[in-house]
């Protein structure tokens, strides 16, 4: 089974531009979720997805960040326009819906994102 | 609101030593704990994860016991090898979303 995939693996871009995250989820997994790792601190929540809908975008810091997953399969999170303090490591993770219990979430390789 | 503190790094040990990365946490409610591993080059992968107070996750020789009075959930491993050298993230889940602490690097030389 084909585990979390992202692309790209790398982007380096300059401040002002745009750059667009994509996520592939274990293949009938309900629930995405995208977190991000600034330079050495924890990972942070960014937002969830339950097939197609939004279930919590609390995560998310401000309106130059759009995620959107349609048709509820993969999904993109878009960063427009980029500032230097959005660089950063992007996870994605996958989990299967059981009626809103804990599950285990399934990680991407990540991908990492440097603003100049 | 729910969060999670681990012992900071770099660690770094010797081949064969004993390891203990500390971990504690806050809920509100009843979290499962986890303890995710990201080697280099790679994405987080799950090591190990405990559902209820007093469980203990095993996995690859590492094990973490849920311990709700003290509410940690340390990660300790008997016999360190070199290809353990990663870096160790303490997580939460009290819903749906995770809480993961800051992450610890672990070196371990030959």
């Known amino acids: 089974e084909a585990g979390v995939t992202q692309f790209p693996s790398h982007s380096v871009i300059e401040k002002g531009q745009t750059v667009t995250l994509r996520c592939d989820p274990i293949?009938?997994?309900?629930?995405l979720y995208w977190y991000r790792r600034v330079m050495g601190k924890e990972i942070k929540f960014l937002l969830h997805?339950?097939?197609?809908?939004?279930?919590?975008e609390s995560g998310m810091p401000n309106n130059r960040f759009l995620a959107e997953r349609t048709g509820g399969t993969y999904s993109t999170l878009k960063v427009q326009p980029a500032e230097l303090e959005d660089s950063g490591v992007y996870f994605c993770?996958?989990?299967?819906?059981?009626?809103?219990?804990?599950?285990?979430?399934?990680f991407g390789p990540g991908t990492r994102l440097l603003v100049l | 609101g729910d969060s999670v503190t681990q012992m900071e790094g770099p660690v770094t040990l010797s081949e064969e030593a004993f390891l203990t990365i500390n971990c504690t946490y806050t809920?509100?409610?009843?979290?499962?704990l986890f303890w995710y591993v990201q080697y280099p080059g790679e994405g987080l992968q799950l090591l190990l994860k405990?559902?209820?107070?007093?469980d203990k996750g095993s996995n690859k020789g590492f094990e973490a016991t849920y311990r709700k009075e003290t509410t940690s959930f340390h990660l300790e491993k008997g016999s360190v090898q070199v290809s353990d050298s990663a870096v160790y993230f303490c997580?939460?889940?009290?819903?749906?979303?995770?809480?993961f602490g800051t992450g610890t690097s672990l070196t371990v030389i030959p």
């Open positions: 293949s009938g997994h309900d629930n």
């Open positions: 993770a996958s989990s299967p819906w059981r009626g809103g219990r804990q599950e285990t979430q399934y």
């Open positions: 997805f339950v097939k197609e809908s939004k279930q919590d």
């Open positions: 405990a559902t209820k107070a007093d």
């Open positions: 809920a509100t409610g009843y979290p499962s």
């Open positions: 997580a939460l889940n009290a819903g749906n979303q995770f809480y």
